[in-house]
């Protein structure tokens, strides 16, 4: 779920929501703290509204909180700016665990997480008891790192993925310039359709013996002719040939 749900739903309305998501059968597994703004540079009091976030998703009986650094990939931050973001996110990933949830980091394009190196200096100064990983495999792509390698040497942190694909000609855009990269409307596609190495993540989860949730989301992308269900049928086949079993059809 996105931010602005906790706005919409906030009070006694997230009762109102729960209700929709059992009619639906649906369980509300992560919500995104966009609200939360975690700049290295720019320290500022964040707990207040986290816990917002918090007691709103904890009542919908959610599990994660999604984090994402709020920093910047064309600036260079010190290590002690490094090191006062990280203190920030450990007590706000102990806050969520008082209340029964889990705390995830989001490497994201366009934030210090955008590459590899990036993401690295945000989990190796984090407490692995209190701030977790989502790993975004197409996130991951455009910036530049193997998704693979990132969710072996993060195994126990992981704690669910997105799923999506990177498009060709961004990805072949981002190799020469990442910055040339932002100002695209459409990044991302269907799984299978973009660049993505889905065989080697799949056997990455094979071989840590992952046993997290996989959310297949598209944003910033294209609709084909036939709308979001032709986009969803591509994803679900491309899933299926990947080797994930499906238990209810479309």
């Given at each position: ?29 992560a919500l995104s703290c966009s609200g939360v703004k975690l700049d290295p540079a720019q320290p500022s009091e964040v707990t207040a509204r986290f816990r917002e976030y918090a007691e709103f998703f904890k009542r919908l009986g959610g599990r994660y909180l999604q984090v994402t650094d709020g920093g910047s990939p064309q600036k260079n931050y010190s290590s002690a700016q490094i090191a006062s973001l990280a203190r920030r996110m450990n007590e706000l990933g102990k806050l969520a665990q008082d209340l029964g949830l889990e ?148």
């Amino acid at each position: 779920m996105l931010g602005w749900v906790e706005r919409k739903y906030a009070g006694p309305k997230s009762a109102e929501l729960r209700r929709h998501l059992d009619e639906l059968k649906l369980q509300p597994v992560a919500l995104s703290c966009s609200g939360v703004k975690l700049d290295p540079a720019q320290p500022s009091e964040v707990t207040a509204r986290f816990r917002e976030y918090a007691e709103f998703f904890k009542r919908l009986g959610g599990r994660y909180l999604q984090v994402t650094d709020g920093g910047s990939p064309q600036k260079n931050y010190s290590s002690a700016q490094i090191a006062s973001l990280a203190r920030r996110m450990n007590e706000l990933g102990k806050l969520a665990q008082d209340l029964g949830l889990e705390l995830g980091y989001h490497p994201h394009f366009g934030t210090l997480g955008e590459t590899r190196e990036g993401a690295a200096r945000v989990l190796d100064s984090t407490d692995p008891r209190y701030v977790k990983l989502i790993a975004d495999v197409a996130h991951l792509t455009l910036g530049g790192a193997d998704p693979a390698g990132v969710i072996r040497t993060y195994r126990e942190r992981l704690i669910f993925t997105h799923f999506k694909d990177l498009r060709k000609d961004i990805a072949v855009i981002a190799g020469r310039d990442r910055d040339a990269a932002r100002d695209r409307k459409y990044r991302f596609c269907e799984i299978g359709t973009g660049v993505v190495n889905f065989p080697s993540i799949v056997k990455a989860f094979r071989d840590t013996n992952f046993r997290g949730w996989v959310i297949v989301e598209l944003d910033a992308y294209k609709p084909p002719a036939g709308g979001p269900s032709d986009s969803a049928k591509t994803n679900k086949d491309a899933l299926e040939k990947l080797g994930f079993r499906f238990y209810n059809d479309f």
